[in-house]
């Protein structure tokens, strides 16, 4: 047992890179959290404080080739996809070496074959097309995109599954299911399953309750293979916990949820796992993401040549 009561029946690993990654965002987004309480920060932001895993564990499973759409919550989905904290900080911050030149922010990001936006349930269409025009085009490769548990009350979503489908699309659908939409528990604002909504498009449903990266892989890997090349398309739903508010000061959650949130994280599991490892590797990249939030600070801002 731990000491938050939570039995560990198998004990969370990662390897290295894996770890650093992890670490590397749970360390990014505390330190725009710092930013934007010492108010060098504009706007808001949305982190994915406790979800860091989901994107990390997906990265592997992934190929450049493939698409993949963020969210509002993406800062995590941006930096497992490409380790480029200085170029994500710096569009936030909108200084010199911004990866769209900080006019996306933290929000709306477009590079390579990643793209975000804080619009809900508008990237599932979108990536619904994409991975129409791929199955024409690129055999072999798909489409995956971040959806929440509260943007199943998006009519886009159903318009998307229904012709991802229909149609036989490489689509691959990551549902973060934190239970809360926005201020909402999902229990308030959702009938049914997820599970029974995929399902009734004759969709695939495969649900997660593990934090440990290993234990993802396997479970999902023959699964993405068919979404590869069968053309199945495929929803994959996370039951994780989102740590913090839904944005910077607006955590309406009863108190006991929080602390039920934090007993599962996947930071203090895998720590308690290997506790030396752990801790170096905590404080290489707690160091890392300091010396980044200096170096981008002083840097000019950003000039965006339309």
Known sequence: MTET????????????DDLA?????????LALLDLFGRGELNGTTHT???????????????????????NHR?????????????????????REGAVC?????????????????????????VAAGVALHLKRTEP???ACVFIGDGTWGEGAVYEALNLASLWRLPL???????GIAQSTPTTRQMAGTVRARAEAFGVRHHGIESSDLSTIRDELAPLVSEVRIEGRPLVAEFATHRL???????DTRDPEAVRHAQAEDWYRLYGEADPERFARADEAQRARVEAIVREVSARPPSRWDP
């Open 172 to 178: 691959l659908v990551i549902v973060e299911n934190n």
């Open 5 to 16: 009561g939570a039995t560990l029946l198998h004990a969370p690993r990662a390897d290295d």
């Open 74 to 94: 993406g800062h995590g989905h941006y930096l497992a996809r490409f380790d480029d904290p200085a170029g994500l900080l710096a569009e936030i911050m909108g």
């Open 140 to 142: 072999g490769t798909l």
């Open 21 to 29: 990654r992890l670490l590397l965002i749970r360390h990014f987004e």
């Open 48 to 70: 994915c404080l406790g979800q860091e895993y989901v994107p990390v564990a997906l990265r592997r499973l992934l190929t450049e080739a493939d698409f993949v759409f963020g």
């Open 101 to 125: 030149a900080g006019v996306g922010g933290s929000q709306h990001i477009l590079r390579d074959r990643y793209v975000s936006t804080g619009v809900q349930g508008e990237s599932l269409p």
């Open 244 to 250: 913090g508010p839904h944005s910077k000061g607006d």
